[in-house]
C-alpha cells in the first residue's frame, strides 16, 4: 500500500533522460517541501544508456556520444547543479577544422562563403546553384525530406555532398527519409520567416553581433564540444549517485497498466508489482512499445514506428611514429557514394588531448547507418578489415593499430523519418488517454545529450502539476 499524502512517481530507464527527470523531480519536491516516493527502473546493470566511457591500457574511449555542445543553458547548469563545473573540458581550439572526404581527398571544410567559393568540395556548378539560394522558391508541403528541402534551397549536388554529410556524422541517417521538421527545425523556421536560409543568417550574424555571442549556422546555434576530464560518463555517474538508493539496476519492467483514479500498475520481471501515481517512460521507443501494449495498442504502435539506425563505433590507437605528420583538425566525414563505407572518423586525441598514452593518437571511426545496416551481420575481424581499409584509403595509415576497441549498437541512434511529427502527434494523443504517464528520451524530440536535458525540468514541473491537481480532487 501507498503512504497517503505522498506522491509516488516511478521513471523507466536510467539513461541520461530518465537520470535527468528524476533528478528534477527530486530537486523540485525537496525545494517545495512536498514528499515524493520516487523509484528510477534500470533494465542493465549500469545507468547512464548509451552514454559509457570506458578506459583501457590508457585509452579514454567514449562507447556513444562523444560530449555535448556548450550553447545549451540547461546542460551546463545542470553540471554546474551538480558541482561538475570544475570537472568540464572543451575541445581544442586545434580540432576546429573539419574535413570532408570528396573526389579522392580529403578537403577542409571553409569556415567563410569566400573560402567555401575557393574549395574544391563542390564543383563550379554547384558553387553557382549554392549562390542561387535566395532565389529559391518556398515549400507548401506539411512535411519534406531534408534532402528535397536541402536541394530545393541550395541545389542537389550540395544536398548529396554537404547535407548527406552532416546528417550521416548526427544521425547515421538517410538525408532522404528524414523528416527535416523533426530533425532540423530551424532550417525550416529560417525559411519560413525569412524566405532564405542566407537571409537568415545574415540577419542572425547582426543579432548574434549585437549581443555579442557566436551566431552558429543555418542547422542550429554555434558552440563547442564539451565533456569531463574522464569522459562524458561523468555526468551520468553523478546523477545516479544523487538517486541513491532510488535507482535500482537490473530491474526489467515487463508491463504498466492504467488503473484510473488508482494511478498506475508496474509489473517486474522479477519481484513483486509496484504502484504509482505517475510513470514516466524514459527508455528508448522500441523498449517502451512492449511495456504499453497491453495497455494502449495504439501507443505502442506509433513507438514502434519510430526506426532507429545500427551503428558499430571502433577505435583505434596508433603510435605517432607511425604518422609522418599527424592529421590536425576535429576529424572528417565521407559523403555517401564517395567509396569509403565508414561514415567518418573523430580525431579524438586532438578534441580532447589526456585521452591516450604518451606517444599515442587515438581515432574513433563509425559505420553502419540507416544506409548500411547489413554491418550488423559482419564479424568483428571484418569490421575491423574494413575499417583499416578505409583508414589508409583516406589517411594514409598503413600500419596496424596497437589498441583497438568495438562497440556495436543494434538500435544506435532514432531517425526521425517522414511522419514523425504526425507519430508525435499520435503519442501525445494517446498520452491524454493516460493521465499521469510521460515519455521523454532520444526517441522523440531530439537525439543529443542537450535535447535530452532540456526537457526534464518541463516533464518534472507538469508531472508534480499533475499529482498536486489531482491531490486537489476529492
Given at each position: 500500500m501507498r503512504e497517503p499524502n505522498v506522491t509516488s512517481v516511478v521513471v523507466i530507464g536510467a539513461g541520461v533522460s530518465g537520470l535527468t527527470v528524476a533528478f528534477e523531480l527530486l530537486d523540485r519536491a525537496e525545494r517545495l517541501g512536498g514528499r515524493l516516493d520516487l523509484v528510477c527502473l534500470e533494465a542493465a546493470d549500469r545507468a547512464g544508456g548509451n552514454i559509457r566511457t570506458d578506459r583501457d591500457r590508457g585509452f579514454t574511449c567514449e562507447a556513444g556520444p562523444t560530449g555535448f555542445l556548450d550553447n545549451a543553458p540547461a546542460t551546463v547548469t545542470l553540471v554546474r547543479r551538480l558541482g561538475l563545473g570544475e570537472r568540464l573540458v572543451r575541445a581544442t581550439d586545434a580540432a576546429a577544422a573539419r574535413f570532408l572526404w570528396r573526389a579522392g581527398a580529403l578537403r577542409a571544410v571553409p569556415m567563410g562563403a569566400a573560402a567555401f567559393l575557393g574549395s574544391g568540395i563542390l564543383s563550379t556548378r554547384g558553387k553557382l546553384r549554392l549562390l542561387a539560394e535566395p532565389f529559391a522558391s518556398r515549400s507548401t508541403a506539411p512535411d519534406e525530406s531534408v534532402y528535397s528541402f536541402a536541394a530545393r534551397r541550395i541545389g542537389p549536388e550540395a544536398a548529396r555532398v554537404l547535407v548527406d554529410a552532416m546528417v550521416s556524422g548526427v544521425y547515421a541517417g538517410n538525408v532522404r527519409e528524414l523528416s527535416l521538421g523533426a530533425t532540423f527545425p530551424k532550417m525550416r523556421k529560417m525559411e519560413q520567416e525569412h524566405g532564405s536560409l542566407f537571409r537568415a543568417m545574415l540577419a542572425r550574424r547582426r543579432t548574434a553581433k549585437k549581443e555579442g555571442v557566436a551566431a552558429g549556422g543555418p542547422a542550429g546555434p554555434g558552440g563547442t564540444l564539451t565533456s569531463f576530464r574522464t569522459g562524458l560518463e561523468e555526468l551520468t555517474a553523478a546523477l545516479a549517485e544523487r538517486l541513491g538508493k532510488r535507482l535500482r539496476l537490473r530491474t526489467p519492467v515487463r508491463q504498466v497498466s492504467d488503473m484510473g483514479r488508482r494511478g498506475f500498475r508496474i509489473l517486474l520481471e522479477e519481484g513483486a508489482p509496484l504502484e504509482a501515481d505517475a510513470v514516466v517512460l524514459a527508455c528508448p521507443a522500441w523498449h517502451a512499445a512492449p511495456i504499453v501494449e497491453d495497455m494502449d495498442p495504439a501507443l505502442a504502435g506509433a513507438m514502434r514506428d519510430i526506426p532507429s539506425?545500427?551503428?558499430?563505433?571502433?577505435?583505434?590507437?596508433?603510435?605517432?611514429?607511425?604518422?609522418?605528420?599527424?592529421?590536425?583538425?576535429?576529424?572528417?566525414?565521407?559523403?555517401?557514394?564517395?567509396?569509403?563505407?565508414?561514415?567518418?572518423?573523430?580525431w579524438i586525441s586532438n578534441i580532447f588531448p589526456g585521452r591516450t598514452p604518451e606517444g599515442a593518437v587515438l581515432f574513433t571511426t563509425m559505420v553502419g547507418g540507416a544506409h548500411d545496416p547489413g554491418v550488423m551481420e559482419l564479424g568483428e575481424a571484418e569490421i575491423m578489415r574494413i575499417v583499416r581499409e578505409d583508414l589508409k584509403r583516406t589517411m594514409g595509415v598503413t600500419v596496424a593499430p596497437?589498441?583497438?576497441?568495438?562497440?556495436?549498437?543494434?538500435?544506435?541512434?532514432?531517425?526521425?523519418?517522414?511522419?514523425?511529427?504526425?507519430?508525435?502527434?499520435?503519442?501525445?494523443?494517446?498520452?491524454?488517454?493516460?493521465?499521469?504517464?510521460?515519455?521523454?528520451?532520444?526517441s522523440y524530440r531530439g537525439i543529443s545529450v542537450n535535447a535530452c536535458v532540456e526537457e526534464a525540468p518541463g516533464v518534472a514541473e507538469a508531472l508534480l502539476a499533475h499529482t498536486e491537481d489531482r491531490a486537489r480532487v476529492p
Open positions: 539506425a545500427p551503428l558499430v563505433v571502433v577505435h583505434t590507437g596508433f603510435s605517432r611514429m607511425a604518422f609522418a605528420e599527424v592529421p590536425q583538425g576535429f576529424g572528417f566525414l565521407v559523403p555517401r557514394g564517395q567509396g569509403p563505407r565508414i561514415l567518418g572518423t573523430l596497437f589498441f583497438s576497441r568495438m562497440v556495436r549498437w543494434e538500435r544506435g541512434i532514432p531517425q526521425y523519418t517522414l511522419g514523425h511529427p504526425d507519430r508525435l502527434a499520435g503519442i501525445d494523443q494517446a498520452l491524454a488517454r493516460h493521465a499521469g504517464l510521460w515519455v521523454t528520451g532520444n
